[in-house]
């Protein structure tokens, strides 16, 4: 199930009438404090959905973020915006984290190392480097080992939806959400194809 949440201005705060006979300067006050009020024109709303396992691996999440592209599984629209034409999806950020631990001959943690890459070529390139390097190693006392386990991954595609909304799919490891959309239709879009995707369950 994927949570939604709704975000909205307030609606125009209740004013007081004024209606005696107030000085110049008096009266300006009174004016300047009764400008008007911001009005709520649109809605939008966010929905998360928390996995029940993490992604097992960044091989597995590019296939995921991938097949929403290349697929169109939303059934999303090509669009044009400031003269520069835009594909149905687009991938605007991803980043990928590397994370080694430094162990002694006891299996102790004696170190961590923690890297952040923005693509996935470089989060592997950046694994094996970090892996042979003795000097770290060294450094910190002990042997290096990959923790898989507690590496990240995300990513956001934005998304131009039939009806004419853009709006944002995020992914982690640990959860899926949409984001500055208004039409419940995309939610259920979204919700249907994760449906889907086993290791979205």
């Known amino acids: 199930m994927?949570?939604?949440?709704?975000?909205?201005?307030?609606?125009?705060?209740?004013?007081?009438?004024?209606?005696?006979?107030?000085p110049a300067e008096q009266k300006q006050k009174?004016?300047?404090?009764?400008?008007?009020?911001?009005?709520?024109?649109?809605?939008?709303?966010?929905?998360?959905?928390?996995?029940?396992?993490?992604?097992?691996?960044?091989?597995?999440?590019?296939?995921?973020?991938?097949?929403?592209i290349t697929d169109n599984p939303f059934a999303c629209v090509a669009y044009m915006t400031a003269g520069e034409n835009h594909n149905p999806v687009e991938k605007t950020r991803?980043?990928?984290?590397?994370?080694?631990?430094?162990?002694?001959?006891?299996?102790?943690?004696?170190?961590?190392?923690?890297?952040?890459?923005?693509?996935?070529?470089?989060f592997n390139a950046g694994a094996t480097a970090l892996?042979?390097?003795?000097?770290?190693?060294?450094?910190?006392?002990?042997t290096a080992i990959r923790d898989t386990d507690n590496e990240m991954y995300s990513a956001t595609l934005k998304c131009h939806d039939a009806g004419g909304e853009i709006y944002m799919v995020n992914f982690s490891r640990q959860r899926i959400s949409i984001t500055s959309y208004s039409d419940d239709a995309i939610r259920t879009k979204v919700e249907t194809w994760a449906d889907t995707v086993a290791a979205l369950a």
């Open 2 to 22: 994927i949570k939604s949440y709704i975000g909205m201005s307030k609606g125009p705060a209740t004013k007081r009438e004024i209606s005696v006979n107030l």
């Open 30 to 68: 009174t004016e300047e404090k009764n400008m008007a009020d911001f009005l709520q024109s649109t809605v939008t709303k966010s929905a998360v959905r928390e996995l029940a396992e993490p992604i097992a691996d960044v091989a597995t999440f590019n296939a995921i973020v991938q097949s929403v």
């Open 94 to 122: 991803e980043g990928y984290t590397v994370k080694i631990l430094y162990q002694d001959a006891d299996a102790k943690v004696v170190g961590t190392v923690s890297d952040k890459y923005a693509t996935i070529a470089g």
């Open 131 to 142: 892996l042979a390097n003795t000097s770290l190693a060294t450094a910190h006392g002990g």
